[in-house]
């Protein structure tokens, strides 16, 4: 997906409520999603969309933090090319 359809989908969902939630950007959803239940995450409200780039990943992640969104510690080896939030 490119920047502006993730960008929209997540603004239908958490605008203006940017703080509420975290957004990241990993190359396995599924297994992130799992890591985070385990340490104890609410993740009931994931989603996750894929990028066309590694690069419109990270803008699409970068904007949102500007929001007031809160960002996830470390970042995925190899292509993290998934935007995720919850």
Do not use: C
Request: proline share 5%; hydrophobic share 35%; charged share 30%.
């Amino acid at each position: 997906m490119n920047s502006q359809d993730i960008t929209r989908a997540i603004e239908t969902r958490v605008a203006p409520e940017y703080g509420l939630w975290t957004i990241g950007i990993t190359g396995n959803p599924d297994t992130r999603k799992e890591t985070y239940k385990n340490n104890g995450a609410d993740v009931h409200d994931w989603l996750a969309w894929p990028a066309d780039s590694v690069d419109i990943a990270r803008t699409v992640e970068n904007r949102f933090r500007d929001e007031g969104m809160k960002g996830t510690e470390g970042e995925d080896v190899g292509n993290p090319t998934y935007v995720f939030i919850f």
